[in-house]
Structures are given as structure tokens and as C-alpha cells.
Nanobody, 125 residues
Framework: QLWLVESGGGSVQDGGSLRLACLAS????????MAWYRQAPGKEREFVAG????????YYADSVKGRFTISRDNAGNTVFLQMNTLRPEDTAVYYC??????????????????WGQGTQVTVSS
């Protein structure tokens, strides 16, 4: 079993920054392949960024490339999403998703992996 807890959401102005964190806990909680997704009201959940269990490989949606950066701590339990130059269209609930340990991230993990409860990000113009 794996528990994921997101934090760091909030409200910012257009062009502002936020840093989200996702802490994994459980019997074997380090170095899972992990990703951030988001869901805006009335829209489907969408992939934002992913990172391999080693941290060496990262993946981004085109809409956030160059603005968002995903990373993880050395212990491998926490994944961060640094969000810069935020736009109103980034407003959504952001969720953390985890797949197997020591794996590259695969979007199929969204169907079979673990999820956090989400954190709200609101960007106002």
C-alpha cells in the first residue's frame, strides 16, 4: 500500500509561481515512478508532468513545457512540481499519481496506480 499527500496549492496572480509537493508513505514508499495530473471544472483529468523512479527521466505536457519543472528529493519519497509563469488556464485541482518502484513513468499508471487527494491551484487574471 502507498499513501500520497499533496501540498502547496493556493491562489496566485497571473504570472506567479507555486511549488507543489507530493509525499509518499508506506512500507516501500521510495523511488516510485510518479506524475502530476490536473482536473479543471467541467474538464477531463490531464497529464501534467511525470518522473521516473530514479529521477533521471522527466516528461511534460506541451502546455507546461518551459514553465513547470518536476523533481524529486534524494530519499525518493517526495516529488515536487515547480510551477512558474502561471496562467488562469492552469487553474485546477492537481493530483499526484504513483506507479511501480524503479520504473519510468507510463500514463497507464493512471489507471492502476495510487492517487492523492489533490490540492487546489487557482490563478487569477
Amino acid at each position: 500500500q502507498l499513501w500520497l499527500v499533496e501540498s502547496g496549492g493556493g491562489s496566485v496572480q497571473d504570472g506567479g509561481s507555486l511549488r507543489l509537493a507530493c509525499l509518499a508513505s508506506g512500507p516501500a514508499s521510495s523511488h516510485h515512478a510518479m506524475a502530476w495530473y490536473r482536473q479543471a471544472p467541467g474538464k477531463e483529468r490531464e497529464f501534467v508532468a511525470g518522473i521516473s523512479g530514479s529521477g533521471f527521466s522527466t516528461y511534460y505536457a506541451d502546455s507546461v513545457k518551459g514553465r513547470f519543472t518536476i523533481s524529486r528529493d534524494n530519499a525518493g519519497n517526495t516529488v515536487f512540481l515547480q510551477m512558474n509563469t502561471l496562467r488562469p488556464e492552469d487553474t485546477a485541482v492537481y493530483y499526484c499519481n504513483a506507479g511501480p518502484r524503479y520504473s519510468d513513468y507510463d500514463p497507464r499508471f493512471a489507471e492502476s496506480g495510487f492517487w492523492g487527494q489533490g490540492t487546489q491551484v487557482t490563478v487569477s487574471s
